[in-house]
């Protein structure tokens, strides 16, 4: 199985941006699809991002045009970058498999207010 960290959110103000990272363990990272995913409050969790293990990418429309999912095989990382940030982007975000997600990591707080 794979284990995965997940770092880098914050409180940051609308039309900002935030870069997470997805630290991740095992040999076998670079043959895997990796997801972001999130979960508000009180809603079910989703599909942000995804990226293939060829660096092929689908987004979600509600972020499509400003989040950036890539990733560092050499690292065993994946990065989601997130730009011009909305109130409604405010959720822990994850990072898993794709299409099974891996036994989840703690994920990361990221809120958007003024």
């Known amino acids: 199985q794979v284990q995965l960290v997940e770092s880098g959110g914050g409180l940051v103000q609308p039309g900002g941006s935030l870069r997470l990272s997805c630290a991740a363990s095992g040999s076998i990272f670079s043959r895997l699809i990796m997801g972001w995913y999130r979960q508000a409050p009180g809603k079910p969790r989703e599909l942000v991002a995804r990226i293939s293990n060829g660096g092929s990418t689908n987004y979600a429309d509600s972020v499509k045009g400003r989040f950036t999912i890539s990733r560092d095989n050499a690292k065993n990382t994946v990065y989601l970058q997130m730009n011009s940030l909305k109130p409604e982007d405010t959720a822990v975000y994850y990072c898993?498999?794709?299409?099974?997600?891996?036994?989840w990591g703690q994920g990361t707080q990221v809120t958007v207010s003024s």
């Open positions: 898993s498999t794709y299409p099974i997600p891996s036994p």
